[in-house]
């Protein structure tokens, strides 16, 4: 497993549940695959106490169930709960592009430009990994820029839901999401906040249909 690899030894629990969750999003711990805490803490280079907490985070968020004294597994990818997940994920994400439109610098507008780029590159050499980075990045600008801590909190807890669904769906709706990410970046170079939130309402009604066709 190349995502599971020995970690430092700065913040066990934090690293740990990230390295795990990207296993489980990037598919290289299967849908239904079961997880010892006992040898990933091994493959990790850590004692079992992060990797546990690591999975009680990641049963809270629905990666992860666990029976006590039984097993603890991989949850299946249910296509209600990604679009559920999308529904509340893509509100917040009006919400902050809402509020941070207006507090965006020159800076912020640019480094939106630079993810896209990456993000189309990522696109045409069918690299899902670096798609989903950029797209990632080029989102958090809004999200930084909002400074909403609880929205932020609620978009990184079940954004990994729709990423499991997303990269196994990768290249039916990437191409056009990264003209919709044009669009959204000059609404926002415009400072016209309710177009950017028109663009990020119907970039998150793609990913809704996503789901929808599963």
């Not at 990768?170 to 959204?184: D, K, T, Y």
């Not at 998150?204 to 996503?210: F, G, I, K, Y």
Request: charged fraction near 30%; hydrophobic fraction near 45%.
């Amino acid at each position: 497993m190349e995502a599971i690899r020995p970690v430092r030894r700065t913040l066990l629990r934090d690293r740990a549940y990230e390295v795990i969750r990207d296993a489980i999003v990037g598919g290289e711990l299967e849908p239904g695959a079961v997880v010892r805490d006992g040898e990933l803490a091994e493959r990790l280079g850590l004692s079992r106490a992060p990797v546990r907490q690591a999975f009680s985070r990641l049963v809270d968020e629905g990666l992860l169930e666990s029976k006590p004294q039984s097993y603890t597994r991989v949850t299946p990818l249910v296509t209600a709960d990604v679009r559920d997940a999308a529904a509340v994920v893509g509100a917040l994400h009006e919400l902050v592009t809402r509020t941070g439109v207006p507090r965006l610098t020159t800076e912020g507008v640019r480094a939106m430009r630079v993810a896209n780029e990456r993000f189309a590159t990522a696109v045409g050499a069918g690299d899902v990994d670096g798609a989903l980075r950029a797209d990632d990045a080029l989102h958090d600008v809004l999200v930084k820029a909002a400074g909403n801590g609880a929205a932020a909190a609620t978009i990184a807890r079940y954004t990994p839901l729709i990423r499991r669904l997303e990269r196994r769906r990768f290249g039916e709706s990437s191409c056009r999401s990264a003209g919709l990410h044009e669009r959204l970046i000059d609404a926002c170079a415009a400072g016209d906040a309710e177009e950017a939130v028109r663009v990020t309402a119907e970039i998150w009604r793609t990913l809704a249909d996503l789901a929808d066709d599963d």
